[in-house]
RNA sequence: GCCCAGGUAGUGUAGUGGCCUAUCAUGUCGGCCUGUCACGCCGACGACUCGGAUUCGAAUUCCGACCUGGGCGCCA
């Protein structure tokens, strides 16, 4: 077990604590300022610039970078050794004190007494750590762990943490149940996409493409208000920018509750998210240079699917029409004209999933509810229908046969409560906070149509 | 799946039939340099995706394969 770490006394930082074996107590960069008088820090060697007489070591690790300063005659001869062999990208750990200097990068520079090479790096490096060239996405993605080396990439994926962990609380605190559902199914149940096939021993199985009746089997349950954060897998041929055929769903579930509440509990979860990473990571959104980043107004626009479409069709080259899904060039044109986040409500009842609820007054809409980014969407969500015999007339609608649907249907026979969801793209979420040119950049490890390592 | 554009040192690029023994930057190695911060200067190293064709001659033209990026479609 790691305990966590502990206030680090300035005194003490000189002196290796094993905290548990293997473990060595160090100082974060970040920490070290032109008051600290002593500091042992481990990084990666950033950049070497040997003057001669004068050596600067730029040291990084996740917290910045802290340069090293070595007057080759006023330090041990052993150090000016080290430095000699050192190759880019290698870790060592640098002892030494701590001067307060005003040409130096945060007003500190370190003056080592003794650098130890931990663990050497070979070159030549498969990409530019420091970024003086740029490699292209394949490239970098080749070789991620050194790509998120580079503060821009790691600042995404620290954001990336932070949204996730304002999902959690957010939720938390309004009483949801975190919640776990199978990735390996039976039947493609949902429709709409296509599925991966995987062996399951003797039987044929899926990858999931959503938790939705999962989250639904638990309103069921009784559960009252359910989310999962979790992958779900589409095998979609698509090569785009915004498509991936793993991604990451922030799926929520509410009984009880109509459309309105969930697109209002959707809204506040998005502005929350983009709240606490403007508090909390300046150092990050700094470091991905996207100026344009703002945390978006609430109230978010109502926009009726029908009024979407008379926005997009005169400017469009190809005709669109009432009942037709919105093509890329629809959704960019609508973007263009909102201009910022909103909602496109009221469906066409034919064009959303059979768990969709019509309402009641005009069955052709549907109480379904897409949330845009100017860019792409965002989430779909909707009220949806809890009584049997309705859900299995919308699938009979749909060309399915209701009796292959058994196992998802049957909560519906015994109590299912008025509920209402919606999923939403975490990755997608992340690409549009923060002005990312392709969804792959907020993706460790994406998979999409050609990739599968690493 | 359809369409378009590409594939040149580790990385990013220039090069549209002979001036290519292939440009530049970065990198690596060697040398000089005590305040760099994209350190600078000198020198060296290192590449035309693969197969076939055209041609006296192909990095350059053509065909095929493989790979990559993007647009569209599908999809969230």
């Known amino acids: 077990m790691i305990p966590a770490v502990p206030p680090v006394s300035h005194k003490t930082i000189m002196v290796y604590v094993p905290i548990v074996p293997g473990f060595i107590m160090r100082t974060s960069i970040a920490s070290v300022t032109p008051d600290t008088p002593t500091a042992a820090v481990t990084g990666w060697v950033h950049e070497i610039r040997d003057l001669g007489g004068l050596a600067f070591i730029l040291l990084r690790d996740r917290t910045g970078i802290l340069q090293v300063t070595i007057p080759k005659k006023k330090v041990p001869e052993a150090v000016v050794e080290t430095v000699r062999s050192l190759s880019k990208e290698s870790v060592i750990t640098v002892e030494g004190t701590v001067k307060a200097i005003e040409k130096a990068p945060g007003g500190r520079e370190l003056v080592p007494e003794r650098i130890t090479l931990v663990s050497a790096s070979e070159s030549p490096l498969p990409l530019d750590v420091a970024e003086k060239v740029q490699a292209e996405l394949d490239t970098r993605l080749d070789a991620r762990f050194l790509d998120a080396r580079r503060p821009r990439v790691a600042a995404i994926f620290q954001i990336r943490s932070r949204v996730q962990r304002t999902v959690h609380e957010f939720l938390y605190e309004r009483e949801f149940i975190n919640i776990t559902t199978p990735k390996i199914v039976a039947a493609a149940t949902e429709g709409g996409t296509e599925l991966f096939p995987i062996a399951y021993f003797e039987k044929e199985a899926f990858l999931n493409q959503s938790p939705q009746l999962y989250k639904q089997m638990m309103i069921a349950a009784g559960f009252d208000r359910v989310f999962e954060i979790g992958p779900i897998f589409r095998a979609e041929e698509h090569n785009t920018t915004k498509h991936l055929n793993e991604a990451t769903s922030i799926d929520v579930e509410v009984s009880f509750a109509g459309h309105e509440e969930v697109m209002q509990l959707l809204e506040d979860l998005v502005i929350a998210c983009y709240r606490d990473v403007e508090r909390d990571c300046p150092t990050q959104i700094a470091a ?29 080259d190809e005709p669109i029409a009432y009942g037709d899904d919105l093509s890329t060039a629809a959704e960019r044109a609508i973007g263009e004209e909102m201009g910022e986040h909103y909602f496109i409500v009221d469906w066409p009842t034919e064009i959303k999933p059979y768990y969709a609820m019509p309402y009641e007054d005009n069955p052709a809409v549907s109480k379904a509810f897409d949330l845009m980014h100017p860019r792409m969407e965002l989430s779909s969500g909707a009220e949806r229908v809890h009584q049997h015999d309705l859900l299995r007339r919308q699938i009979a609608a749909k060309g399915l046969n209701p009796d292959n649907f058994g196992f998802y249907l049957s909560p519906f026979r015994y109590g299912m409560p008025p509920h209402a969801g919606w999923g939403l793209g975490a990755e997608r979420l992340v690409t549009t906070m923060l002005g990312l040119q392709n969804i792959r950049e907020a993706v460790l490890f994406p998979r999409d149509r050609h990739r599968l390592v690493p």
């Open 288 to 316: 991905i240079e996207y100026e344009a980043f703002a945390v978006p107004k609430p109230g978010f626009k109502r926009l009726q699917y029908k009024d979407a479409i008379d926005i997009a069709a005169p400017k469009l």
